[in-house]
């Protein structure tokens, strides 16, 4: 696929689809999104950003901030969006924040608004910066991090030769996502709908609310059982709620 940022996680799509474009966390890849997109349905055509760096994309070169990322993206993103402009974005963590840049700028230059821009597990754009600085971490601590989030089999970084793999793609996309900054005033029209669990270290219910500031669309928030990755554990319960409200903001 060289080069390529979107994969297809769907089957053919269906003839009156929605496409559904996916954002991994940091360190994530495309495919981690690949049991939303089972349960979400046929009706959706799913896709995930494949960031590089990593799986396929091994041999291309990170991207260490969160503009540059949306820059590459962008034109392959606005292909997907194509005429018919009845797309949604979801992003997860990190992807959240990817999410709403792009959404802003497929505003700003296409005149393309997403249905609905889902934000999952991620503090609003504005937020201040961490106290923690995880890409300055050792790599023990690092490691130690990640054992507490989930997401990351400790078995992997048991394995020096993986553990280098993923500790250097970590600190990459945490270093991009821990120095990026956004002004309270930076918006969107899409509707927001923001989710987290609600055992989540990295967010809470009150700090994802902060979300709606970032919209003159319609807000939602809701938190599911669950840590950081509460996905893995309601894939279904969240594949509901992205049916729900796209159909509704179809509605709108």
């Known amino acids: 696929m060289g080069n390529s940022w979107l994969r297809r996680l769907s089957p053919a799509p269906a003839a009156e689809s929605h496409k559904l474009i996916c954002f991994p966390h940091a360190g994530g890849s495309a495919i981690s999104?690949?049991?939303?997109?089972?349960?979400?349905?046929?009706?959706?055509?799913?896709?995930?950003?494949?960031?590089?760096?990593?799986?396929?994309?091994?041999?291309?070169?990170l991207v260490g901030n969160i503009p540059d990322l949306v820059d590459g993206l962008l034109p392959e993103l606005t292909a997907a969006v194509g005429d018919a402009k009845d797309?949604?974005?979801?992003?997860h963590s990190?992807?959240?924040?990817?999410?709403?840049?792009?959404?802003?700028?497929?505003e700003q230059e296409l005149g393309a608004s997403a249905r609905v821009l889902f934000a999952s597990g991620r503090r609003a754009p504005s937020a201040p910066l961490p106290?923690?600085?995880?890409?300055?971490?050792?790599?023990?601590?690092?490691?130690?991090?990640?054992?507490?989030?989930?997401?990351?089999?400790?078995?992997?970084?048991?394995?020096?030769?993986?553990?280098?793999?993923i500790l250097s793609i970590v600190r990459n996309d945490y270093r991009a996502i821990e120095t990026y900054e956004c002004s309270a005033d930076a918006m969107v029209s899409s509707p927001i709908v923001a989710i987290v669990g609600d055992r989540d270290p990295?967010?809470?219910?009150?700090?994802?609310?902060?979300?709606?500031?970032?919209?003159?669309?319609?807000?939602?928030?809701?938190?599911?059982?669950?840590?950081h990755?509460?996905?893995?554990?309601?894939?279904?319960?969240?594949?509901?709620?992205?049916?729900?409200?796209?159909?509704?903001?179809?509605l709108n």
């Open 33 to 61: 999104f690949g049991p939303l997109a089972e349960c979400v349905g046929p009706e959706y055509e799913v896709f995930a950003v494949q960031y590089p760096g990593r799986q396929d994309r091994r041999r291309e070169p």
């Open 87 to 91: 797309f949604s974005l979801f992003g």
């Open 94 to 106: 990190m992807g959240s924040v990817v999410a709403f840049e792009a959404c802003r700028r497929l």
């Open 131 to 165: 106290e923690l600085r995880a890409h300055l971490l050792s790599d023990r601590e690092l490691c130690e991090h990640l054992v507490q989030f989930g997401g990351t089999p400790s078995a992997l970084l048991e394995d020096p030769e993986f553990r280098e793999l």
């Open 202 to 227: 990295d967010a809470s219910l009150t700090e994802i609310e902060v979300w709606g500031s970032h919209t003159s669309g319609s807000f939602f928030a809701e938190s599911f059982p669950g840590g």
């Open 229 to 250: 990755f509460f996905i893995d554990s309601n894939c279904r319960p969240v594949a509901q709620l992205i049916r729900d409200h796209s159909s509704q903001a179809l």
